[in-house]
């Protein structure tokens, strides 16, 4: 396996642990800590939207793309989810700000609904990349091909993916983990 599909693996379960946290905190918890639910959607925010999303499209799909006319609808499909990932999560903080705005189970039900909705749409999303996407690429894709993209996934000097921008999105994990509440996290 590539280390780009590596890494992209790695990514996917790490923003599934995240989502998953947050649905299970507002599932199984009477009142959760609203402001930590910000953070983990800032988190998601900030890691989808600046480094994931942009390295698959740009490096990935691309590659795919000159290689197989076959991926074009699958890639078109995913570009599409990667794009309205900010609407989503729009729609996620919205859906919070009413529920800090009402202070009403409906609006924490509400809130809930689209925490799931966001946690299926996800699992949806990474299946596809993970069951259609990479073995196709691993098929179509030769050595000359990935190598350019397993660079772009481990640039170190890239200031998009380079170790300040990670260690910004590492470093929001870190508290993501540490500010938790038992049993999601290591926090009080």
């Given amino acids: 396996m590539s280390e780009a599909l590596r890494i992209i693996k790695q990514e996917h379960r790490n923003l599934f642990r995240v ?5 299970q905190m507002v599932r199984e918890q009477k009142d959760p800590d609203r402001a930590f639910l910000r953070h983990i959607i800032e988190y998601i925010e900030t890691f ?4 994931h999303h942009p390295k698959e499209d740009l490096f990935l799909f691309k590659a795919l793309r000159a290689r197989d006319p076959a991926a074009e609808a699958i890639l078109e499909e995913l570009e599409a989810e990667h794009d309205n990932c ?31 909705q966001y946690l299926r749409f996800q699992m949806k999303h990474m299946q596809k ?10 098929r ?18 890239d200031p998009i993916f380079g170790p300040g921008a990670r260690a910004e999105v590492r470093g929001m994990y870190s508290k993501l983990v ?7 996290g290591i926090g009080d």
């Avoid at 989808?48 to 480094?51: E, F, G, L, N, S």
């Avoid at 990349?129 to 691993?138: R, S």
């Avoid at 179509?140 to 000097?157: G, Q, S, V, Y």
Wanted: hydrophobic share 45%; with cysteine; glycine share 2%.
């Fill in 48 to 51: 989808t939207d600046r480094y």
């Fill in 19 to 23: 989502v998953h946290l947050m649905d």
């Fill in 140 to 157: 179509c894709l030769t050595a000359e091909d990935w190598a350019p993209i397993d660079a772009a996934f481990r640039d170190n000097d």
């Fill in 86 to 116: 900010p609407v989503s999560l729009t729609t996620l903080k919205a859906a919070l700000d009413r529920w800090d705005a009402e202070e009403t189970a409906g609006a924490k039900a509400a809130f809930e609904e689209q925490v799931q």
């Fill in 178 to 184: 540490s500010e938790a509440p038992a049993p999601y």
């Fill in 129 to 138: 990349e993970e069951g259609i996407v990479m073995p196709m690429a691993q």
